[in-house]
T-cell receptor, first 115, second 114 residues
C-alpha cells in the first residue's frame, strides 16, 4: 500500500523568508501524481502545486516550487517570500495514475508565518 | 463558476443515529470523492463516485455508504453512528473519467457525535 510521510508536524518561517516542507512517499508504481494542498484555518483545501511523476522538471507556481526526487521518493515544497496568508496546514498527497481520484494524504505540516 | 458546496456545514447527532451529508460538485464535474478528516487519523479516503457508480472505496466499514445522482450531486450516509465518527467530512470533485484532473475540495461538514 502506498504511504505518505511528512516528518515535520510544525514549522515556522519569518515573513519574506523561504521555507521548505518535506514529504516522502512509498510506492511500487512508476507513474503517479503528487500534490501539495493547503488548508487554511477556514478549512477549505486548496491545491498549491501538482507534479506528474514521469515529468522530470520540477513544477513551479509563482512563489511555490517543488523538489521532486523520484529515486529517493521525495517531494518537498519550497515557499519563497513567505506571506502571512501562507499560514496553514500543508498536506502532501499521492495518487496513482489512471486509478480514479483516490488520494493518499500525509499527516500534514502546520506552517506558521511570523511577522 | 461556483465551487464545491457541502450541506449542512455543521451537524450534531447522538450515538446510534444515522446521518446524510450532501455534496454538490463544480458544474461539469462528474467525479465526486469523500474523505474523513480527524486529528488522530488525518485525511482518509472514503469512496469515489463517477457517473453514478462507485469507482473506488477506502477501508471503512459498511456503515459508511454513498451514492451519486444523475446531476453528479452526491450523498454519503453513515448509519449507527459511533463517537469515533466525529470528524470533518470533505467532498471533492473533478472533471474527467480517467482521473487525470485535479480535485477541488468543498468546505466540509463537521459532524459531532455525542
Amino acid at each position: 500500500a502506498q504511504t505518505v510521510t511528512q516528518s515535520q508536524p510544525e514549522m515556522s518561517v519569518q515573513e519574506a523568508e523561504t521555507v521548505t516542507l518535506s514529504c516522502t512517499y512509498d510506492t511500487s508504481e512508476s507513474d503517479y501524481y503528487l500534490f501539495w494542498y493547503k488548508q487554511p484555518p477556514s478549512r477549505q483545501m486548496i491545491l498549491v502545486i501538482r507534479q506528474e511523476a514521469y515529468k522530470q522538471q520540477n513544477a513551479t507556481e509563482n512563489r511555490f516550487s517543488v523538489n521532486f526526487q523520484k529515486a529517493a521518493k521525495s517531494f518537498s515544497l519550497k515557499i519563497s517570500d513567505s506571506q502571512l496568508g501562507d499560514a496553514a496546514m500543508y498536506f502532501c498527497a499521492y495518487r496513482r495514475k489512471n486509478y480514479g481520484q483516490n488520494f493518499v494524504f500525509g499527516p500534514g505540516t502546520r506552517l506558521s508565518v511570523l511577522p | 463558476k461556483a465551487g464545491v458546496t457541502q450541506t449542512p456545514r455543521y451537524l450534531i447527532k447522538t450515538r446510534g443515529q444515522q446521518v446524510t451529508l450532501s455534496c454538490s460538485p463544480i458544474s461539469g464535474h462528474r467525479s465526486v470523492s469523500w474523505y474523513q478528516q480527524t486529528p488522530g487519523q488525518g485525511l482518509q479516503f472514503l469512496f469515489e463516485y463517477f457517473s453514478e457508480t462507485q469507482r473506488n472505496k477506502g477501508n471503512f466499514p459498511g456503515r459508511f455508504s454513498g451514492r451519486q445522482f444523475s446531476n453528479s450531486r452526491s450523498e454519503m450516509n453513515v448509519s449507527t453512528l459511533e463517537l469515533g465518527d466525529s470528524a470533518l467530512y470533505l467532498c471533492a470533485s473533478s472533471l474527467a473519467a480517467r482521473g487525470e484532473e485535479t480535485q477541488y475540495f468543498g468546505p466540509g461538514t463537521r459532524l459531532l457525535v455525542l
